[in-house]
């Protein structure tokens, strides 16, 4: 959302097309900084109401090189420029020459934003895993496989017992000293 409505700004440009006073005489009056309201008056000059309002947009790269051309070939400043072409921000011209003259018309491409993709997507789950797999088993592979896993539980038993018959009796471990 933006900072300034609309008729807010337009009240600040009819305040200061009423009489002769300076860009910091109106933002002192309103609040607002002198160079915003320089930049308000000029885009109501070029675009009248239009111009105040908030505009979302991309643009591609030939229109920036248009843009830049013609900033360049008209001796244009930043703002005079982003007047001409209904460019709200003007602080986007430096960035576009800058990434013309690094990267030539591929830099003035628009990007893409936002949080680059994701994890990559699981893998195929394993035979081991898969219950269908078993029928697929002889049965000595079964047999293997069950012995394995009832050392493994036994194991764990065990680990559990030991670790059960270290504690003291208030359920804590000995210090070590």
Known sequence: MSKYSVSFKERVVAFYGKGERSYADVGLQFGVDH???????????????????????????????????R???EGLSYRQTAAIFNIRNASCLPDWERCYEQAGIEGLAPRRTGRPPGMKKPEAPS???????????????????????????????????LTQARQTPNGRKPSRR
């Open 35 to 69: 160079s915003t309201v320089r930049k308000w008056i000029g885009l109501h000059a070029a675009h009248g109401s239009a111009g105040l309002t908030k505009k979302h947009s991309c643009y591609d790269a030939s229109f920036k090189l248009a843009v830049l051309q």
């Open 71 to 73: 900033m360049w070939t």
């Open 127 to 161: 035979e081991t895993t898969d219950p269908s797999a078993d029928s697929a088993k002889s049965r000595e592979e079964l047999l293997a496989e069950l012995a394995y896993l009832r050392m493994e539980n036994a194991y764990l038993k065990k680990l559990e017992a």
